[in-house]
């Protein structure tokens, strides 16, 4: 279903390199200044199956000698168009009536800002705000505050992976509910490896665990693999998984029997694990 599973194929610009922004410890690859890479996806279906997609993703970064300020931001909506058919008249002599029908079957946007500063050595200190909205997954609003710490684990010439621990404050407003507010722990990954001269992975995971309730963890896992097709261009295929432990609810129409007409509704949990997959080209500016 689109709104569990979206497949899309991208055209990605990036004006500082290949794959996504390195880390504030390998900036020294990069001189002080702004950096900006943008990502537009489209996809179109015509015909007797109608439905559109589109997403966008855009980094602006300025990088210090010593520190760097990076701003995200992005969204996703897939959107389904049908029609209600329809004939006006007698068996031989009718007219048919078309009445357009188009609904959205995933929505999702996001917003976050985050700076990092080097402490010593591998170490690092940041601090984080970010907004989301997945209506489809019962998240109206979320606002997300962290302030942490890190250490760049491995640094080689293929290989690298940090780790970060920071405590939080998230304020949530379900689509169905109350709003809530918390402080939680994160723990976040991030690894790049080369794995052949034209070919790199990376791997970023996000854990989220609410202090209030031990039970609300959230977990966003996203891994992609490019491969390098010539100096400008390179394909890009990804999987993001996202898992909420304690899902939102859904209100949901209750029918004392199949075909007949509802006597109110029940609230319901949605699905604990999203999952999206994409397909990218990138283009590379220098």
Request: charged content about 25%; hydrophobic content about 40%; proline content about 5%.
């Amino acid at each position: 279903m689109l709104d569990r599973l979206a497949l899309a194929a991208a055209f990605v610009v990036t004006g500082t390199h290949l794959l996504c922004a390195d880390r504030l410890i390998a900036q020294e690859e990069r001189e002080p200044g702004w950096y900006d890479e943008a990502e537009v996806s489209l996809v179109l279906t015509a015909g007797n199956s109608q439905s559109s997609t589109f997403g966008v993703n855009n980094r602006l970064e300025r990088l210090f000698p010593d520190s760097r300020l990076s701003l995200d931001a992005g969204g996703i909506r897939v959107e389904a168009r049908s029609s209600e058919r329809s004939a006006i008249g007698t068996p031989g002599d009718f007219e048919l009536v078309e009445q357009p029908d188009s609904r959205p079957t995933a929505e999702n946007y996001f917003a976050s800002l985050r700076y990092d500063r080097e402490v010593s050595g591998r170490s690092y200190a940041y601090a984080s705000g970010g907004w989301v909205r997945n209506r489809f997954a019962g998240v109206d609003n979320r606002w997300t505050g962290a302030a942490g710490i890190g250490r760049q684990l491995i640094e080689t010439e293929r290989t690298t992976f940090q780790a970060d621990l920071a405590a939080t404050a998230t304020s949530e407003e379900p689509v169905v509910g109350d709003a809530d507010s918390f402080a939680g722990l994160r723990v976040t990954w991030d690894l790049g490896h080369q794995l052949t001269p034209t070919t790199k992975l990376t791997s970023l995971l996000i854990v989220d665990e609410s202090l209030s309730d031990t039970e609300d963890l959230r977990a966003e896992f996203d891994n992609s693999v490019a491969v390098d097709i010539s100096g400008v261009l390179a394909l890009k295929t990804g999987v993001k998984l996202l898992f909420d432990n304690l899902p939102a609810l859904q209100e949901v129409p209750l029918l004392p029997a199949p075909g007949e007409p509802p006597t109110g509704t029940v609230l319901v949990p949605l699905d604990e694990l999203d999952t999206q997959v994409t397909v990218a080209l990138i283009i590379t500016v220098d």
